[in-house]
């Protein structure tokens, strides 16, 4: 495994991909370093990279003027409640797929997946038309449901991976020494799925708080989450830049922390299992 | 293992998640299909009728749909392109022995976890802003003229804002590729004395090859549906309207949801055939 390198390439690795890396990484730095400026500031020119007076203004100004906590608010309520929702419905059905599977197993996962790929587009206007007819536009309780369905496949899927890595023997000895179904599922499985579970929670968390189609197209004012919230950007009057950049670190700060964890989970998570 | 009662029971089990998905399928689905082949405007009179395949023919022949279907495969094409050859080589280089590697595979993976609007509105004011944006300055700097990228050279920026949000995702799936590359057989190959381009052509890239078809049927499934990233930067504008975009503009901005519902159809029908060669590949490695 270990290849013996000379230190001298090393270095030259570590100066190239830390480059290319903070090449890639710049528009965040830019991001969250303009949050710091004045607006004057965030527009000078020529542009000031670090030596300028640093002020919290910009992050108040945003909670003040456009109700920021309640955006924010709404986004962990859809992100985390279509999560938790997808994940309760979830865990049986993955659950029986990896422990006892049956000639269908195979094809009910695929299937389950090709529902992931339907485009969202394709199916807009009967998705508006219930949404109307069932009062759910731009309610917290309508993208919830429909967060947890576009959802859902992948993390049947993941947890179906997750828990087909249980060893059976495991489940028949127990059974030998007497548990019940439920000492099982309680006692045995569970604790050794927790770590699973935790990682399907987080992914997908990320993923229904990213998730751009339909929070833009079913939420007006008062369900719209952070992502229809920074889009309301678009179309800004005066100076704004260093207020859009508060913003926009708010919105993504906590996410980048969390994504930083689910890196292992975003393969497993998005290629299904095809790339170990 | 298995006895009759477990298998009752694990159907119960399955049940509401395949229920739901089942709804969420095809409920939407057979409404889109029956709306195609209605004259449906909600706002100019509704329900006028059933019309056959003409909303079918209209969508194809309207003057829009070609632009959008060009603007659609340089959006993927580009994309794919740049995100699968930066990705190979940022995954090898990522894969050398370096100080801090964890902390530099974290600045690649950040862009993934942005969200599209932010993402499109960072890019679109504080980069590509002809007047106070970066780019604007440092063409400045070197003394040419600050270029209009989202109305100039709207569908290049776009695969620009696109490609930078994907790159990391197009690496991190190559490198968990690379890693799993048995190093005894480089090694012998470079004791064997090939030199570096060729490990790459006759090892590494055979090797990859199942990770770059994966990227790409996914990575593609995704780009045809892109929207928020055009939705906040040009709206449409400039040659840059995608399939799914035009028919977005359709169903919900010139409530013809009929002509929609029959464009959407079309993008179901395209996102299927991609789907298709995906299934096959992930199937295949259920079977292992």
């Given at each position: 495994m270990a290849r013996a390198v000379t230190t001298n390439r090393k270095v030259i690795n570590t100066a190239f991909a830390w480059g290319i890396g903070l090449l890639i990484f710049f528009p965040i730095l830019w991001t969250i370093l303009t949050s710091f400026k004045t607006e004057a500031t965030a527009i000078a020119d020529p542009p000031v990279f670090l030596f300028f007076d640093w002020t919290l203004e910009n992050y108040q100004v945003v909670q003040e003027r456009s109700n920021y906590a309640r955006f924010l608010w709404n986004s962990v309520i859809i992100a985390g409640g279509s999560t938790v929702l997808g994940i309760i419905i979830a865990i049986p059905a993955a659950w029986s797929m990896a422990f006892v599977p049956s000639r269908r197993t195979k094809d009910i996962l695929l299937w389950m997946l090709s529902t992931k790929m339907l485009p969202a587009v394709g199916v807009l206007y009967p998705i508006y038309l219930i949404f109307i007819e069932l009062g759910l536009l731009d309610t917290r309780i309508g993208l919830v449901i429909v967060l947890m369905l576009i959802n859902l496949p992948i993390i049947v899927w993941m947890l179906y991976t997750y828990f087909r890595e249980i060893p059976g023997e495991i489940l028949e000895a127990s059974r030998m020494d007497g548990a019940s179904l439920r000492d099982e599922i309680l006692y045995v499985l569970t604790p050794m799925a927790v770590p699973g579970i935790a990682s399907t929670l987080l992914l997908n968390f990320i993923l229904a708080w990213n998730e751009a189609f339909w929070t833009l197209n079913l939420?007006?004012?008062?369900?719209?989450?952070l992502t229809a919230f920074i889009a309301s950007?678009?179309?800004?009057?005066?100076?704004f830049y260093a207020k859009l950049s508060a913003a926009s670190t708010m919105a993504i700060a906590p996410i980048l922390i969390l994504g930083w964890f689910s890196q292992k989970q975003l393969v497993r998570g998005l290629t299904f299992g095809a790339v170990k | 293992m298995a006895t009759q009662h477990s298998r009752s029971a694990a159907r119960l089990m399955m049940g509401p998640a395949v229920v739901l998905l089942l709804g969420w399928m095809l409920v939407p689905l057979l409404m889109t299909l029956y709306f195609s082949f209605k004259s449906y405007l909600p706002l100019r009179g509704g329900d006028l009728g059933w019309i056959g395949f003409d909303n079918y023919v209209r969508f194809v022949t309207s003057s829009a749909f070609w632009p959008s279907v060009s603007a659609t495969l340089i959006i993927v094409g580009g994309v794919l392109l740049i995100t699968v050859v930066l990705g190979v080589l940022l995954a090898i280089l990522l894969d050398q022995p370096m100080w801090g590697q964890g902390i530099v595979r974290i600045l690649v993976i950040a862009?993934?976890?942005?969200m599209p609007t932010v993402s499109a509105l960072v890019w679109k004011n504080m980069?590509?802003?002809?007047?106070?944006g970066l780019f604007a300055h440092l063409w400045k700097f070197f003394g040419a003229q600050p270029v209009e990228w989202l109305s100039d050279a709207s569908l290049f920026s776009i695969v620009l804002i696109v490609s930078w949000q994907w790159l990391p995702f197009a690496t991190l799936i190559l490198l968990t590729a690379i890693q799993s590359l048995d190093s005894e057989q480089l090694e012998a190959a470079e004791m064997d004395g090939a030199p570096p381009p060729k490990r790459f052509v006759f090892i590494i890239l055979p090797h990859l090859g199942r990770a770059i078809t994966i990227v790409v049927l996914i990575q593609t499934i995704f780009l045809l549906s892109i929207f928020a990233e055009i939705f906040v930067t040009t709206g449409g504008a400039f040659g840059s309207r995608t399939l799914t975009y035009l028919i977005f503009q359709r169903v919900l901005?010139?409530?013809?949801v009929g002509l929609g519902s029959a464009g959407g159809v079309y993008a179901i029908i395209l996102a299927n055939i991609v789907a298709l060669f995906l299934m096959r590949i992930v199937g295949k490695n259920l079977d292992a």
């Open positions: 939420t007006a004012a008062k369900a719209a989450p950007y678009s179309s800004p009057e005066g100076l | 862009p993934f976890f942005v980069f590509m802003d002809p007047v106070n901005e010139s409530q013809n």
